[in-house]
Structure formats: C-alpha cells, structure tokens
C-alpha cells in the first residue's frame, strides 16, 4: 500500500524547520549563545532568534554569514539548496496536470537541454526517454484519466518522443537502471509492448546510452521510487501524488551512490539483451 503523501505546505514547512534546525544545530555545536552570534555577524539578535526559529526565511549571504561565524563554512552549500527549495520542492501532479499532460512533458525540456549527464532508475515502467508512442500515449491516457485531466494525451505522447531526440546528441550521456519488472508489466496491449521492447535494442545501442536491467532474482537493496539524478545537481523522485525535488549536494550524492550500486546489480550488454529478449517471448 502507498502511503499518501504529506501536503505540499506540510513539505514547505518541514523544509524551513529543517534550514533553522540546522542553523541551531551550528550555533550549538560552536559554543555559541544567540547574542555571541548576533555579535560576530553583526546582526540584531532578534535577526537571529527569527532564522533559528523558523520564523523568517534566510537568504544565501545570511546563510553564509552564519556558517561562517560558527566556523562551519562546509556546511553552507547544503543548508543553502534546502533553503532555495523550501517553497518549490514539492510540487502537486494534480496542479501540474490541470491544463493537460503536454506542457508537463513539455516542462521538463530546459533541464534536459542543459544536462549533459543523465542517471535513470525505473522501477515499473520503461523511462520516458526510451518510451515509443504507442507506449507513451497508453501510458499517460491511463494517467490522465486516473488524474481527471483534460484529454490531450496525444499531443502529451508526441512531446514526450520529441524529448528523446537528445539521445542522439553529442556531449551527452544518459544511464538508465531499470527493473525487469519493466519489461514484464504490459502497457498499451501486447503489440504496442512488443514494440516497446523491440525499439530498446536499438535505443541502447546508442553511443550516449547505457541500458541497465537489474534481473528479478537479483538481491532488492531496498523498495525504490522511479528517480533521475540531473549531472550532479539535482535529483527528482516521483511519487504517486507529486515530483520531489532534491538539491542539497548531500543528498543528491546519496541517489548518486544508490544509482552506483543499482547499476552494479544490473545486466548489460549481451545479457541485458536477452533478459529483454526473454520478455518478448514471453508475450506470447
């Protein structure tokens, strides 16, 4: 069973406690009182007792500032990425949907542009980048009409493969991890599947792919959302009701290793292509 998910402004208001329980934690651990603080950044002390009570929201040079005085200036670029994202990390599928399925695929293409190292990991379903149409439109048509949006899900597939074009540019490199459970689970009918799968023979054979297929039988390290990590600047995960967004550097490197060790699970090459060759078969 999947947990919902907490409210958007519960999200907000766990990140902002987060940035100011930080901040107290630094100012502890350093031996310093809120007016020693006040004193080495030159503040009012009620500057202070607002940013360490969640009160007000810091800004990057506070943040700085503040490390700085506790002697903790490594600690800065975390606390700052939770801070830039308080007010946006988690954002709603239902508002993101409510004018239709092709401007969110549509959404997604200046991150894309500007990546130019990609890591993928799917857990049920075949990646948006390696998805063919019929794929794609039977899978968001199920989507939008679980999420009562407007019926554009044609115009939605055609976007999302008109994403996949960067596949085939220079400079890039995409690493996708997927479970086998991916190949198995049927969407769209068993010809639109069959298609699906025989169009990832292709796909992987791309210079700038790498097409990874952790078996059923490997050992689980633990259940996981579908999530990418974009170069090492952020990271998505994507959860039944939203799209979390993840930018402090300590955990970005966090879906870095997970992504690490769930490509050593994986089968490649040859062997990744019979295991996708067995789900063919297995279609009947």
């Known amino acids: 069973m999947i947990e919902p998910s907490p409210a958007p402004s519960a999200r907000v208001a766990e990140a902002r406690e987060r940035v100011a329980g930080c901040l107290r934690e630094l100012r502890l651990d350093a031996g310093l009182t ?16 607002r940013m360490q009570g969640g009160v007000s929201q810091p800004s990057d040079d506070d943040i700085r500032a503040w490390c700085l005085a506790c002697d903790a200036e490594d600690q800065a670029a975390d606390i700052i990425a939770v801070a830039r994202t308080a007010s946006s990390m988690y954002s709603e599928w239902r508002r993101q949907q409510r004018t239709g399925l092709r401007r969110l695929q549509e959404a997604r293409v200046p991150l894309y542009e500007r990546t130019t190292t990609m890591r993928v990991y799917s857990s049920s379903v075949i990646p948006g980048l390696l998805q063919t149409h019929g ?15 407007p019926d554009d899900f044609e115009a939605a597939a055609n976007a999302r493969v008109a994403r996949a074009e960067i596949l ?11 479970e086998e459970a991916a190949l198995r689970r049927v969407v769209g009918g068993v010809e639109t599947m069959a298609d699906q799968l025989g169009s990832l023979f292709a796909l992987a054979s791309l210079p700038a792919v ?4 952790i078996p059923a039988r490997a050992p689980a390290l633990w259940p996981m959302e579908t999530f990418t990590v974009y170069d090492e600047e952020s990271a998505s995960v994507e959860l039944l009701t939203a799209r979390l967004t993840i930018t402090a550097p300590s955990e970005v490197e966090q879906y870095l290793d997970v992504h690490r060790q769930m490509s050593e699970s994986a089968l490649v090459g040859p062997a990744a292509y019979r295991t996708i060759a067995d789900a063919i078969a297995a279609l009947g």
């Open 210 to 213: 790498s097409l990874g297929v």
């Open 168 to 178: 085939r540019r220079a400079g890039r490199r995409f690493d996708f991890v997927i």
């Open 34 to 49: 809120g007016q020693d603080l006040a004193a080495r950044t030159g503040w009012h002390g009620s500057k202070v007792s």
């Open 135 to 149: 794929y794609a439109k039977a899978l968001l048509t199920t989507i939008g009409r679980f999420s009562s949006t």
